[in-house]
């Protein structure tokens, strides 16, 4: 019988058992998948191109941008967003407080200077009316009869002076001077009876102020354009809390409509009184309204570095209503034929195209599906656009929107 061989019965404890090799291959597996996809996917990142939002570099000079309103020859200098709102416009309130018995009108109406809008309950004036009324009716009887007695008197008292001057025996001196006392007492008890009448007098005219007061009228012809109070309610001149309310109704004259607008204080040395500017409804984009500079409000707002500009509107349309969103491009008036100038050539880009970065201002040329950066010289923002001083020459595909971080040689798609 061979004896075993006791070598082959050695345990190798250096490798690893067989449950473990295979869970470290699938882990080996495992990883170079991940990161082949990891790979694959930045790969194909970099590779695709981003849809974006681009928009062509616009000159304003040289006539460009001024058709559709008949302007001749300006073009488009300024551009700037305000609302439309009334020149004569109030929130009209009763003058006392009181409950609201009466409205008249609703959003829409129109009403003329002076008619009645609405009525505050009324009823303890008008008792106070008739009472005044009353007390002056009877200060008068009171002064007729005073007036009456006056005149016996005096008779009396001339009576007795001509007897007394005809016969000194028949009538003494003392009864003379009693006689003219009572005519003298009578005509004062007459003057100060006039001056009740007075006093009862401007008691009324007191009374049926307090009953006007309570009627609530139109301070100018216009319409009526928001309903602030209900009947029912407790109105006052001032708001005091609660239930109370101001104003019974906002109107308007509609006649006095105009546009305002907020024009960078860069810019304002180019606007003047009287220039003309072409005006956009935010409701109605496809129309424009010829309008003209009626006033430039004689102070900035320090805050939002702006001035205020007031725009008439020339075309009037019933389209147009109070504080509705507009846009206003002032134009600039071409130079004199016989000068042979021309208007300044100016490039304009939307705001959201020019980026700061490092402290400069940025553009993002589309060119040939990439991005490639352009430092410019760009001025303040006025109505969401932004002029180029320098830095484009126009014509150029500009990034607006769809990148948030650009950067150099990225690729990219214009999207429709």
């Known amino acids: 019988m061979t004896a075993p061989d006791l070598a082959k019965l050695q345990i190798n404890r250096d490798d690893p058992p067989p449950a473990v090799q295979r869970a470290f291959t699938r882990a080996l597996w495992i990883g170079g998948v991940a ?21 062509t570099v616009s000159s304003t000079g040289n006539g460009g941008g001024g058709g559709g309103t008949g302007d001749g020859a300006a073009s488009v200098g300024i ?41 505050l309950d009324n009823a303890d004036y008008t008792a106070a009316v008739t009472q005044a009324e009353a007390e002056l009716a009877s200060a008068r009887a009171t002064l007729i009869e005073a ?17 007394h001057a005809q016969n000194a ?71 005091g809390g609660g239930l109370t309310r101001g104003a019974v109704v ?15 204080e860069a810019y304002i040395a180019r ?3 009287g220039q003309r500017a072409r005006i956009t409804l935010d409701a109605y984009p496809d129309t424009t309204f010829r309008g003209a500079v009626r006033q430039v ?52 880009v939307p705001a959201a195209a020019v980026r700061a970065e490092g402290g400069r201002a940025v553009v993002w040329i589309v060119r040939n599906g990439r991005l490639e950066r352009r430092d410019v010289d760009a001025g303040p923002v006025s109505g ?6 320098s830095g484009l020459s126009g014509g150029e595909l500009l990034l607006v929107s769809g990148v948030e971080t650009p950067h150099e040689g990225q690729r990219v798609k214009v999207a429709q």
């Open 271 to 273: 606007v003047r009184s």
């Open 79 to 119: 551009v700037a967003n305000g609302y439309v709102v009334a020149r004569t416009k109030a929130a009209v309130s009763a003058k006392i407080a009181g409950r609201l018995a009466y409205l008249g009108v609703s959003e829409g109406s129109e009403v003329q200077k002076g008619a009645v809008i609405a009525r």
């Open 384 to 389: 969401n656009l932004r002029e180029i001083r």
């Open 169 to 239: 025996n028949l009538v003494s001196p003392q009864e003379v001077e009693a006689a003219d006392s009572r005519a003298r007492q009578a005509d004062a008890r007459v003057h100060a009876q006039e001056a009740r009448v007075e006093a009862a007098a401007a008691g009324l005219r007191v009374a049926q102020a307090n009953l006007e007061n309570t009627f609530i009228r139109a301070p100018f012809t216009g319409t009526v354009l928001r309903k602030e109070a209900e009947v029912g309610e407790v109105v006052a001149p001032s708001v």
């Open 35 to 55: 990161i082949v996809v990891v790979v694959a996917i930045v790969l194909l990142a970099r590779g695709s191109a981003v849809p974006v939002q681009v928009v």
């Open 297 to 348: 409000v004689p102070t900035a707002d320090r805050q939002r570095a702006t001035v205020q500009v007031k725009v008439a509107i020339i075309d009037r349309d019933p389209r147009i209503l109070s504080e509705m969103g507009a846009k206003v491009e002032f134009l600039d008036e071409a130079a004199p034929a016989s000068t042979g100038a021309a208007p300044a050539r100016r490039l304009t």
């Open 250 to 264: 906002t109107m308007a004259d509609l006649a006095t409509l105009e546009v305002e607008v907020d024009v960078n």
């Open 147 to 163: 007036e009456s007695n006056r005149d016996q008197l005096q008779r009396d008292y001339t009576r007795v002076r001509d007897v």
